[in-house]
């Protein structure tokens, strides 16, 4: 925590890694959707024609979106495959997106909790380029913490 006077110190997007209960290779070139949102909740009391007042309600979170470069690693796509096919005895993983300083100590972790794949997208592929082809995964999650 800077002092007061100090400059804050900002973080690199780049530096970063991500960590999946049970899966060994969580290495991606991008990930989105670390966010929460509280919806809100109006209430007008009787007699108040000033407005209404509110209230915090349910809070929400988007889907996390995990890219990464084309392997024959199957973790990821299996992950998905058993929430598809109804294996749900152990879907709900906890994952932690780690940043990193330059020195690539830990500086501070994202930790997601119950999240499980609800969309996966293959490779695109394209004759006429020389790009890494790409997979995608989301994740729903139901809670995060900044630790």
């Known amino acids: 925590m800077p ?7 900002y973080f690199r997007a780049f530096q970063f ?3 999946i209960d049970g899966i060994d290779n969580a290495r991606f070139q991008e990930v989105g959707g670390i966010d929460a949102t509280i919806d809100m909740i109006e209430y007008r009391e009787g007699g108040d024609i000033l ?6 309600g349910m809070t ?4 996390l979106s995990l890219k990464r470069g084309f392997t024959d690693d199957k973790q990821l796509f299996n992950w998905f495959e058993d929430v ?3 294996r749900t005895e152990k879907i709900r993983k906890n994952i932690s997106i780690v940043q990193l300083d330059m020195a690539g100590k830990e500086t501070l972790r994202w ?18 380029g020389n790009e890494l082809s790409i997979e995608s995964l989301e994740i729903a999650y139901e809670r995060i913490e900044k630790a």
């Open 3 to 9: 002092q007061p006077g100090q400059q804050p110190i």
């Open 17 to 19: 890694m991500v960590e």
């Open 51 to 56: 407005g209404p007042r509110k209230f915090p």
């Open 60 to 63: 929400k979170h988007s889907n």
């Open 84 to 86: 598809m096919t109804g």
């Open 111 to 128: 930790n997601l909790f119950s999240a499980f794949p609800v969309k996966y997208t293959a490779a695109s592929y394209n004759a006429k």
